[in-house]
């Protein structure tokens, strides 16, 4: 389970934040999607409910880290979220991924693995040794 940065979040709210130092419950969708996530209609009005417990129309952000923390527990990647992000991470609709592929996604991203550390991650999703990552290790490897 990956935590939230707090300062994503507190910059996410100061952006949608209004002069009185809340945001509107109407921009709580728009917020959790700056996230990254993409909530149904119906996790949206859930949320709403737990971040304006008083009525107000609006929330703090401290309701909105609780939010975040909340829908963060809640919201377990699916095995068809998966899908589609392997999808379009997979060249050409092969069915897998190359190791040299997942390395170089990896490092674009920021993500500085030690070659050890990044051998230790392979070892665990490349369940077959086949020197690619299919979906079901990648699914294997996120939920585990």
């Known amino acids: 389970e990956t935590k939230m940065d707090a300062a994503k979040i ?3 709210f100061i952006i949608y ?4 130092g809340e945001v509107p419950t109407s921009e709580l969708g728009t917020c959790i999607r700056a996230l990254g996530w ?16 008083n009525g107000s ?15 963060s527990k809640t ?7 998966l899908q589609q992000a392997f999808d379009v991470l997979a060249p050409s609709k092969s069915g897998s991924i190359p190791i040299s592929e997942i ?5 674009q991203m920021g993500d500085a693995l030690s070659e050890e550390e990044f051998q230790r991650m392979i070892a665990v999703a490349d369940a077959d040794g086949s020197g690619t990552i299919d979906a079901e290790e990648l699914y294997a490897m996120m939920t585990s």
Do not use: C
Request: aromatic letters at 6%; a negative charge; charged letters at 30%.
């Open 57 to 71: 129309g609006s929330f703090d952000i401290k309701r909105f880290t609780e939010v975040v923390e909340y829908h």
């Open 103 to 107: 390395k170089a996604m990896l490092t």
């Open 17 to 20: 934040a209004g002069d009185n």
């Open 75 to 81: 919201k377990p990647d699916t095995r068809e979220d």
């Open 10 to 12: 507190n910059e996410t």
């Open 38 to 53: 993409n909530p149904t209609e119906t996790e949206v009005q859930n949320l709403i409910s737990i971040a304006d417990t």
